[in-house]
């Protein structure tokens, strides 16, 4: 379970996170929407533990990341699966070199071979096997998400962390990373939280959706209720309205 406990933080003395709590049981997939600079993002470094919070908590199966030291977070960090907003990917790397990198560089627990089946079951897994000697610039947008994603789920982590993921597609290609996402999280028995303000995302990828407004989270919804949410900022997001 990640848990956030009352967490702030400002930049430059400017409130983006207010006091806020959540808690993500295993196995869900929540997802945090808002207008772009709200501070979703920032939520997503908060439990990476790549910034800190200037008060409150970022519980990890109940250890609080902010107390570690840079050898227990990176252990802790083993169980997260991040895929950047842009991919991310190395360009001077081949595929199979990008999607093996952490257990290349870090984890010698594996021998060679070992590590080249995980690099093909991570590819065969986003749909993506045969592309291992190509570059990133060889590949279309979609394809360096699914590498992205084959090398986040590499080391089998618990939570998988998605900050934008379609940013950039085209429909078609948005809904098939969508649909990837939700396939790949219940294969893997995965808890996900997805961080994005497009609205096809929002309704294919969530189980609980978390509207931040203001610093603040507002109470969740789901695909069935956001649409008709009581709330009216949700509501006007939703529906492409601006508010009065």
Not at 158 to 182: A, H, K, M, R
């Amino acid at each position: 379970m990640i848990e956030l406990c009352h967490l702030s933080k400002s930049f430059d003395g400017k409130a983006i996170l207010n006091d806020i709590s959540i808690s993500i049981p295993t196995g869900k997939k929540v997802t945090i929407i808002g207008p772009s600079g709200s501070g979703k993002s920032t939520i997503l470094k908060l439990i990476l533990c790549l910034i800190k919070p200037d008060s409150g908590k970022v519980l990890v199966d109940g250890v609080d990341m902010t107390l570690l030291g840079i050898a227990d977070l990176y252990e802790i960090r083993k169980k997260i699966g991040l895929l950047f907003q842009s991919a991310a990917l190395f360009d001077s790397m081949s595929v199979e070199e990008n999607v093996g990198f952490s257990l290349f560089e870090s984890d010698h627990s594996y021998s060679e071979s070992q590590i080249q089946k995980k690099i093909n079951d991570a590819l065969e897994l986003v749909e993506m096997t045969g592309f291992n000697t190509m570059y990133p610039a060889e590949l279309s947008g979609g394809q360096q998400k699914r590498v992205a994603l084959a090398r986040a789920i590499i080391t089998n982590p618990q939570y998988l962390l998605f900050d934008e993921p379609t940013t950039g597609l085209d429909p078609v290609l948005s809904t098939s990373i969508e649909n990837l996402i939700v396939r790949i999280s219940d294969e893997l028995k995965t808890t996900a939280i997805v961080v994005t303000h497009q609205i096809s995302t929002i309704m294919r990828t969530s189980d609980d959706i978390y509207y931040l407004h203001d610093g603040c989270l507002c109470d969740p919804e789901t695909p069935k209720t956001i649409t008709k949410s009581a709330n009216p900022i949700i509501a006007n997001f939703i529906n492409g309205k601006l508010g009065k």
